[in-house]
DNA sequence: TTATTGTTGTGTCGTAATGACACATTCATT
DNA sequence: AATGAATGTGTCATTACGACACAACAATAA
């Protein structure tokens, strides 16, 4: 069979937003540029898609890169296709974003590619529309968040309910009342009380769970309605 | 500057999903194709992205191309990068789905393209991985719809409940109670008596409402809980 | 040992939303 | 005038939700 003849071939790039959470607010790990144009400044993890290779693969590769991390929650967000979104030469760029828990990465990989979390509410100033892709990453995360438990992706294994709040909380940035939520989360089922109780607390220690895996995976697309007025 | 020297470039291509709804059942606009591969088999109408054109751009272009439309609801789904998706070339397919009035197309362009509506629900088979499009665009089609007021991009500018209630059932497939539906739609305040009522009806004439279109606007972010039990 | 302080866990109460359901109204047909 | 099919509106019991108060716990200080 013969190629299309017609039409012109574009670069095709993948960029990736890292979200995390580093127990008070959200975090986005980002790199710094070592190469022109934009030297210095911060711009998300990318990469150009190899000719063989899936676009989720790329991502992978590319998250792994960065991480050291495998199997972690990604998701594709939207493909950003403006003609002058990349100054050197017109790309096309797939964004996806993931979310782990910012304990596990592995620190030398960061170190060598020159990247940092950075606060996602005060962040500095990111390359070419990488912020317009951040907004976005943001805004699903939020819509997400709602209806659907993928907060847990950020957290540790074992978490307390204060804690899932304050993820809550960073995410939404507002305040939350504790006794609602606490009543909310419980009713789902999802939570499955270890028995251990937080000892890092210097007052009451507050009771360790888990995540029931079978019941999350299996209610995952359900619709839960977490927050009170999205 | 000097252009990326490394990286290969693909092709990239738009590849639209056209939902219209016939009164009835969820249609879905496609076209036969008149070239190899999979010549005569039906197809997603699509294109190759032009050199300076913005993504959205083509496929509003694409669009019009098809049904003579402008300024309808479209919005980017996903984009589909598997290696052998194309069995002619490797090609990325940034895929959108447009919600359109059945009754508003040209129905010339749609006959020089070989196109036609077909039904979603028994739907005929598509080429390459257009069927994985369609169930994702559905997926999102309900997913939306249950959140948002997107319903009424597919029904003519006045339409009376009973019409929107069909075109939900139609959406999830299900029935759903007269009464409660008429109270949760009527709660939402988007909704304007025109005064008319439909003429059409052989039994007692049910009343034409017009979307409220500055509400419709501002109101359109938030969240509404449409349906019962998604 | 006891009091203090900050945090966690649980319960109540009134209101609003929801699903299940029944009855009256309208209009063409007979 | 009666019939039948579809539309419009109302009720009721249950549940979910937001606002709020109090008891239990653990480290620290007195």
Redesign the interface.
């Known amino acids: 069979?013969?190629?299309?003849p017609?039409?012109?071939?574009?670069?095709?790039a993948i960029d990736c937003i890292i979200f995390g959470f580093g127990g008070e607010e959200i975090k986005l790990l980002v790199i710094k540029r070592n190469f022109?144009?934009e030297r210095g400044k911060w711009s998300l993890m990318g990469g150009?898609?190899?000719?063989?290779?899936?676009?989720e693969v790329g991502a992978e590769r590319i998250l792994f890169e960065l991480t050291g991390l495998n199997n972690i929650y990604v998701e594709?967000l939207?493909?950003?296709?403006?003609?002058n979104r990349d100054?050197?030469?017109?790309?096309?760029s797939?964004v996806f974003f993931a979310l782990i828990n910012i304990h596990n990465h592995d620190e030398e990989s960061v170190r060598v590619h020159n990247a940092a979390w950075i606060s996602l509410k005060n962040r500095p100033a990111l390359i070419f529309d990488h912020e317009k892709m951040v907004e976005i990453a943001l805004e699903r995360l939020r819509y997400k968040a709602?209806l659907h438990p993928i907060g847990f992706e950020l957290l540790p294994e074992k978490f307390t309910i204060p804690q899932l709040q304050k993820l809550y909380e960073a995410i939404y940035d507002m305040k939350l009342d504790r006794r609602n939520f606490s009543r909310k989360i419980l009713s789902t089922g999802l939570l499955v009380d270890t028995g251990e109780k937080n000892e890092n607390s210097a007052t009451k220690k507050a009771t360790l769970y888990r995540l029931d895996k079978e019941r999350y995976e299996s209610k995952f697309h359900?619709?839960w309605?977490f927050m009170p007025d999205?």
């Open positions: 069979m013969n190629r299309y017609h039409s012109t071939r574009l670069l095709v022109e144009p150009f898609v190899n000719e063989e290779e899936d676009l594709q939207q493909t950003f296709g403006k003609v100054p050197v030469e017109r790309t096309i797939v709602a359900a619709f309605y999205l």
